[in-house]
């Protein structure tokens, strides 16, 4: 997995290259300069630490003062941030620092607008694995700034049978019986259901939260009733801001949503830097 430094390290060698043609040839070394980042929309701001290692991988007595913190509503035309620093430095940091900023707070801002159309309802929104590779900690940590939820992180820290698995392991309880075996007992098992057989199915062997598939607001309603709370239920597949709300009083306790990572648009930010 990819740690932020290294995804700043490997966006900056991918923008600057081997020198910034232009910056270089156009800028003296010692010539200072200030910098304003903008925001150009009302948004949810997310991304200011990695934005500002950003600018301090490239000089480390930058002077980032952030005006907002990560999960505060900006108005558009707000001042977010003022550098201070090498005009060089700022010129060069500009586009990559503004790329992680407007892709987190994107994410960000739409998750807070799924979060509110729930409040109220105790459901909690999470993420998927729908995330851009590398990016999978940014975004998810954006989510969580938006007021939403993270389901697993990857494979390996969460069981998730699906469809797939049941079908090589010849049906949901000898798939949950071998997990059963292999894991940990603080591990919980969840188990996709396409339909209230299987639903039957995975209540029976002991699932600890069962997720159901594409189904239709009938179909999630009976299910909510037969799992009467023996396990927790979360909804997968076909969800969209328009009908969260309907889909949260039915009395799912999860709705998983791709789309608040795989959907989200970036924000409008922009920078003006200016020479001292």
């Keep these: 997995?990819?740690?932020?430094?290294?995804?700043?390290?490997?966006?900056?060698?991918?923008?600057?290259?081997?020198?910034?043609?232009?910056?270089?040839?156009?800028?003296?070394?010692?010539t200072m300069g200030r910098g304003t980042i903008l925001a150009k929309q009302d948004l949810v701001i997310a991304g200011l630490a990695v934005a500002e290692s950003v600018f301090k991988k490239l000089e480390p007595?930058?002077?980032?003062?952030?005006r907002y913190s990560d999960g505060d509503q900006v108005a558009a035309g707000s001042d977010v941030v003022r550098l201070a620093g090498t005009l060089a430095v700022l010129l060069k940091g500009e586009r990559t620092a503004l790329n992680f900023l407007q892709r987190l707070s994107g994410i960000a801002s739409q998750a807070r607008t799924f979060v509110e159309e729930v409040s109220g309802t105790g459901v909690k929104l999470v993420d998927t694995r729908k995330t851009t590779p590398g990016w999978r900690v940014l975004e998810k940590y954006a989510v969580r700034i938006g007021g939403a939820h993270n389901h697993r992180m990857g494979l390996y820290d969460g069981v998730l049978i699906k469809d797939n698995h049941i079908a090589v392991c010849g049906g949901i309880a000898q798939a949950v019986e071998k997990a059963r075996r292999a894991i940990s007992h603080l591990v919980k098992v969840e188990v996709e259901a396409a339909s209230l057989e299987e639903v039957e199915e995975a209540l029976a062997a002991g699932a600890d939260i069962i997720m159901l598939d594409n189904m239709d607001?009938?179909?999630?309603?009976?299910?909510?009733?037969?799992?009467?709370?023996?396990?927790?239920?979360?909804?997968?597949?076909?969800?969209?801001?328009?009908?969260?709300?309907?889909?949260?009083?039915?009395?799912?306790?999860?709705?998983?949503?791709?789309?608040?990572?795989?959907?989200?648009v970036a924000v409008d930010l922009s920078m003006t830097i200016t020479a001292n």
């Design 1 to 30: 997995m990819h740690t932020t430094e290294e995804l700043i390290q490997l966006a900056l060698s991918e923008d600057i290259g081997p020198g910034d043609i232009t910056t270089d040839n156009l800028v003296a070394v010692d």
């Design 61 to 66: 007595g930058i002077e980032f003062n952030a």
């Design 217 to 264: 607001l009938g179909q999630i309603e009976a299910a909510v009733r037969l799992i009467d709370k023996k396990a927790l239920v979360e909804i997968s597949g076909g969800v969209t801001r328009n009908r969260l709300r309907e889909l949260a009083r039915t009395g799912v306790d999860l709705i998983s949503i791709g789309a608040l990572t795989h959907s989200a």
